[in-house]
């Protein structure tokens, strides 16, 4: 909905970000938030505590994370694939305002993310049982890249065609954000399986702060990118960008998720050591060692 508030059109037919009506729209979105966030805490039962007998030192856990092979190497395509993923949302914008100048598309471009969560959830218990998390998510981010790479060899002209091929893209990367947690909840028992320490709290806690900072730093690079290839700001809508700059704007769109999603697929087939058959290990000795605990 939001792009048919704070975007208006020129009389060229180019698309306007009205500065006020965004400012409007921000403090509406937080306000909504904010009642949501009180509505969740409020409704929130926190009904199982453990207690921990002995207390870690922070040397030994810090070294734990270290030398936890499946926390990295997940950190690390995690990152990758946040970048990815929030330069595309960026850049979506400018794609369907700048160089398709259709706010229309653009508003159904935003719903994909949520609209194919919702999709494809249904599936997603299923498709990890049967083929594993690490093996669904690995293809799917393949898949993604190789699409990307064909809308920018393809060069397409026509908004709706474009927003039809980046529903299968979304498709794709949107696998990665719903089993996201559940890859969490795989890491922590793999960590108790390794070290035998039980650290739920403080594997979460790295792993939000690694999204925060992949999120904000890729928020300044998508800035400076737009700077590298030449755009032109304008608040009037009287600025017409180059063709260079435009083609610069459809490179952008395409290849660094297309890289991005190549490299995070990469590290989750050859470094990330949680596949299926690794979890079926894990979860055997840690159902022997709860027992004895016990």
């Known amino acids: 909905m939001i792009p048919y508030i704070v975007y208006t059109t020129a009389k060229d037919g180019s698309q306007i970000l009205s500065g006020d009506r965004l400012f409007l729209c921000s403090i509406g979105c937080v306000v909504i938030a904010m009642?949501?966030?009180?509505?969740?805490?409020?409704?929130?039962?926190?009904?199982?505590?453990?207690?921990?007998?002995?207390?870690?030192?922070?040397?030994?856990?810090?070294?734990?994370?270290?030398?936890?092979?499946?926390?990295?190497?997940?950190l690390v395509a995690e990152l990758v694939i946040v970048c990815s993923t929030s330069f595309t949302s960026f850049l979506t914008t400018y794609l369907f305002t700048v160089y398709y100048h259709s706010k229309e598309a653009l508003s159904?471009?935003?719903?994909?993310?949520?609209?194919?969560?919702?999709?494809?959830?249904?599936?997603?218990?299923?498709?990890?049982?049967?083929?594993?998390?690490?093996?669904?998510?690995?293809?799917?981010?393949f898949a993604a890249s190789a699409i990307y790479l064909v809308i920018y060899l393809v060069k397409v002209s026509s908004p709706w065609i474009y927003l039809v091929l980046s529903f299968f893209t979304a498709l794709c990367f949107?696998?990665?954000?719903?089993?996201?947690?559940?890859?969490?909840?795989?890491?922590?028992?793999?960590?108790?399986?390794?070290?035998?320490?039980?650290e739920d709290g403080t594997i979460f806690s790295v792993n939000?702060?690694?999204?925060?900072?992949?999120?904000?730093?890729?928020?300044?690079?998508?800035?400076?990118?737009?700077?590298?290839?030449?755009y032109q700001a304008s608040s009037t809508g009287s600025t017409m960008q180059?063709?260079?700059?435009?083609?610069?704007?459809?490179?952008?769109?395409?290849?660094?998720?297309?890289?991005l999603m190549l490299v995070g697929a990469l590290i989750l087939t050859f470094w990330f050591p949680l596949s299926k058959k690794k979890l079926s290990e894990v979860a055997a000795k840690l159902k022997v060692l709860n027992k004895s605990e016990s």
Not at 126 to 141: A, C, H, N, Y
Not at 182 to 194: G, K, L, N, V, W
Request: aromatic share 12%; net charge positive.
């Open 174 to 198: 949107s696998m990665f954000n719903i089993m996201v947690w559940a890859f969490m909840t795989d890491i922590i028992d793999y960590h108790q399986f390794s070290t035998g320490l039980r």
């Open 242 to 259: 180059s063709q260079s700059v435009l083609d610069g704007l459809y490179t952008l769109a395409t290849m660094v998720p297309c890289v």
């Open 35 to 74: 009642i949501c966030y009180t509505i969740m805490y409020t409704l929130t039962t926190e009904r199982v505590l453990v207690e921990h007998k002995d207390r870690v030192k922070a040397s030994t856990l810090v070294a734990s994370l270290f030398k936890d092979k499946a926390l990295i190497s997940f």
């Open 208 to 230: 939000m702060f690694g999204r925060k900072m992949a999120q904000t730093a890729m928020g300044i690079l998508s800035g400076l990118s737009l700077t590298y290839i030449g």
């Open 108 to 141: 159904i471009a935003l719903l994909f993310n949520y609209a194919e969560a919702i999709l494809l959830s249904p599936f997603a218990k299923f498709l990890s049982k049967r083929f594993g998390k690490k093996e669904v998510v690995s293809i799917s981010l």
